[in-house]
């Protein structure tokens, strides 16, 4: 059983940064893939970014390219989520979620929700214009 905890969401300015935390529980947390997805009122759950268990390639959706950084701390079992020029759009209650299957390595396998094995409960992030 894995248990991830998300933290780090807020009320934040158009503009604006945040960093999302998720920390992990287990002993192999360097053998997961993690993913960050997103959901506002009325929507699906949407992709957001996701890095390899290798911890070498990071994927992302195209309307947070250049602005989200993912990236992962495998001794302190936590992956992040570093939201730059936060945009109205990107209010949502974001999770994190693991893969443990260590699948292919693309960007079609980690934006695709059902990969993903165990979620978190989920933080708000609310951008004010």
């Known amino acids: 059983q894995v248990q991830l905890v998300e933290s780090g969401g807020g009320l934040v300015q158009a503009g604006g940064s945040l960093r999302l935390s998720c920390a992990a529980s287990?002993?192999?947390?360097?053998?997961?893939?993690m993913g960050w997805f997103r959901q506002a009122p009325g929507t699906e759950r949407e992709f957001v970014a996701a890095?390899?268990?290798?911890?070498?390639?990071?994927y992302y959706t195209e309307s947070v390219k250049g602005r989200f950084t993912i990236f992962r701390d495998d001794a302190k079992n936590t992956a992040y989520l570093q939201m730059n020029s936060l945009r109205p759009e990107d209010t949502a209650v974001y999770f994190c979620?693991?893969?443990?299957?260590?699948?292919?390595?693309?960007?079609?396998?980690?934006?695709?929700?059902?990969?993903?094995?165990?979620w978190g409960q989920g933080t708000q992030v609310t951008v004010s214009s």
């Open positions: 287990g002993r192999t947390f360097s053998r997961y893939g």
């Open positions: 890095i390899s268990w290798s911890g070498t390639t990071a």
């Open positions: 979620a693991a893969d443990l299957a260590r699948g292919q390595d693309s960007d079609s396998y980690y934006s695709d929700r059902n990969v993903y094995d165990y």
